[in-house]
């Protein structure tokens, strides 16, 4: 017997296969927690704190290096507890291809920045980590999931930016530009991020 509702069944089966299609992307995404966002954030601040006061100055360059070590684990720590925490895989899946697409410009950046140091060219160094870590973020953006990918892609796009004002800029003024990308940005997506989440959990 033929439906005399054939609209309603194809709007059903419409419905239906973009609910697959968005579970589809949905589970080959990257979720990225606002918590290791807040706690880069919150190291970016504090580095940046530290190099501002007078006698510290001039140790600004180690300052920065210690925290961006200090960060990246701590953003490894907490991504990994929030995948064990939803019963996902450590690094299989997004979770690999998402620190593949990160890598390439991060392992750029560290070797210009070993380049400049010892070639004397430190004045160059700030605008060469926030342009390129930038760029890595813009990388991976494509992978994160999608309520959250227009946010990475605006942060990425904003390091890249500041990485160019940091180029144009005086020497005095880099630290500043380092603590507005790697504080405030990485604080107000971690927090924009964290507000996607709490909302995504109270309609679950």
């Known amino acids: 017997?033929?439906?005399?509702?054939?609209?309603?069944?194809?709007?059903?089966?419409?419905?239906?296969?973009?609910?697959?299609?968005?579970?589809?992307?949905?589970?080959?995404?990257?979720a990225v927690p606002g918590s290791a966002g807040i706690a880069m954030g919150?190291?970016?601040?504090?580095?940046?704190?530290?190099a501002s006061i007078p006698?510290?100055?001039?140790?600004?360059f180690a300052i920065w290096l210690i925290a961006s070590v200090l960060a990246s684990g701590l953003g490894v720590v907490l991504v990994a507890r929030h995948r064990s925490g939803a019963g996902l895989p450590l690094y299989r899946g997004p979770a690999r291809r998402f620190v593949f697409c990160l890598m390439p410009a991060l392992l750029s950046g560290a070797v210009l920045t070993a380049v400049l140091y010892t070639s004397?060219?430190?004045?160059?160094i700030p605008g060469t980590w926030l342009l390129l870590y930038g760029s890595a973020v813009l990388s991976a953006t494509l992978l994160t999931a999608p309520a959250m990918m227009r946010l990475i892609g605006i942060m990425g796009a904003l390091f890249v930016l500041l990485g160019g004002l940091a180029f144009a800029l005086p020497a005095q003024w880099h630290n500043l530009v380092?603590?507005?990308?790697?504080?405030?940005?990485?604080?107000?997506?971690?927090?924009?991020?964290?507000?996607i989440e709490v909302r995504e959990n109270s309609a679950a």
Do not use: C, K
């Open 1 to 30: 017997m033929r439906s005399n509702n054939p609209v309603e069944m194809d709007s059903h089966a419409l419905g239906t296969l973009n609910y697959i299609r968005a579970s589809i992307e949905a589970a080959g995404a990257f």
């Open 120 to 124: 004397g060219e430190q004045r160059l």
């Open 42 to 50: 919150v190291v970016g601040l504090t580095a940046a704190g530290l």
């Open 55 to 60: 006698a510290l100055a001039a140790s600004w």
């Open 178 to 195: 380092l603590g507005a990308g790697f504080g405030v940005l990485h604080l107000v997506f971690g927090l924009s991020i964290g507000r």
